[in-house]
């Protein structure tokens, strides 16, 4: 009984971990990376940073509405681990369902790191969900960005498996998976 628990668990864990195209990601990555300016030589990409540091720490449904036009660029892509979006209008339509199931968000912007196209935000994450208790997590946002110094790829890493362990039947699942592990 056990081992059939952990391969559907498997199972339903592969599925969650993969709700969107992983070639998705991949061709985003790829036309990105042909789009992206060198950082040193835009340094308009630094101020988007600082933009989107002040929107994401304050979280706040008409800051982000307000912003995200100055923040992403037109066709931008963005992938949270659960979700892809394409294009700023998804985006703002992704962020706005974000408030129907949580009554409050903080990110505590802890570190920022430059490379050569790229841009890394290390947070943490405070949700405050309507129906499940608070969960943090710490996660990175990776940005890239064009020569208007707007993004046009964003990449969160972060384990959301602290969110699925707040609810019952998948929280003995997972704690079972650990154990065994």
Do not use: C
């Not at 129907?100 to 920022?112: C, P, R, T």
């Not at 946002?141 to 602290?162: A, C, V």
Request: charged share 25%; no cysteine.
């Amino acid at each position: 009984m056990k081992t059939i628990i952990l391969m559907t668990a498997s199972l339903f864990m592969i599925n969650l971990s993969h709700a969107y195209k992983h070639q998705d990601l991949m061709d985003a990555l790829k036309k990105s990376d042909e789009l992206a300016v060198q950082l040193e030589d835009f340094p308009k990409a630094k101020e988007t940073v600082e933009l989107f540091n002040k929107v994401f720490s304050t979280y706040q449904k008409q800051t982000l509405a307000s912003e995200l036009g100055n923040l992403y660029a037109e066709d931008a892509f963005l992938n949270d681990r659960i979700h892809s979006v394409q294009g700023v209008k998804g985006i703002k339509k992704y962020f706005d369902g974000t408030f129907k199931k949580i009554s409050k968000a903080e990110f505590n912007i802890l570190d920022v790191a430059y490379g050569k196209k790229d841009a890394y935000i290390r947070w943490e994450m405070v949700l405050y969900f309507r129906s499940l208790k608070v969960t943090k997590n710490l996660g990175m946002s990776q940005l890239r960005f064009n020569t208007e110094g707007k993004i046009i790829y964003h990449q969160d890493h972060w384990d959301y498996s602290e969110i699925l362990q707040q609810m019952p039947l998948i929280k003995n699942v997972i704690n079972t998976i650990k154990n065994n592990s």
